[in-house]
């Protein structure tokens, strides 16, 4: 369920063995760590333990490694990826804002609340990320409780 970037990353090193599988829905992935970056180019994420475990802690690494690579390649792939996250950022941050606009016809909201909730299903690409964008505003909690 990953890339060949990050399989190969995880593949290179032995602890990447004791991680948290984003497929087991008890490994809580999304709640145990909270990602963030912002939607800016060259920002890199921000991974943070919200439970002190080596598993926890082993999947930090992993990530943190994903990405910022250790060779020149995985350097360049990390790279991509990272722009690659901060686009899906980004335009999830604007579908947020087109939804907050106190201006917006109803029928227009609910659409792209429907558009929103699409971008959080474990499928789209990043959705950790897209979730604690969420987590971390006070007024998206309550428009999306089922996030919290």
Known sequence: YCCAHCNSTKLAIEKFDNILN?????????????YRIEAFPISRPIFKANEATETVQNTIDLLNDV??????????????LRENLIQEIYNFNLLIIDYLNSNRDVDDKIETRKLILK??????AFT???IW???DNQRLREE?????
């Open 22 to 34: 984003c497929t087991i829905e008890s490994h809580d992935v999304d709640r145990k760590i909270s």
């Open 119 to 124: 971008e959080l299903e474990s499928d789209s």
């Open 144 to 148: 999306f409780p089922d996030f919290f």
């Open 67 to 80: 990405f910022s690579g250790r060779t020149e390649l995985k350097e360049i792939e990390s790279s991509n």
């Open 133 to 135: 964008i969420i987590r």
């Open 128 to 130: 950790a990320f897209k």
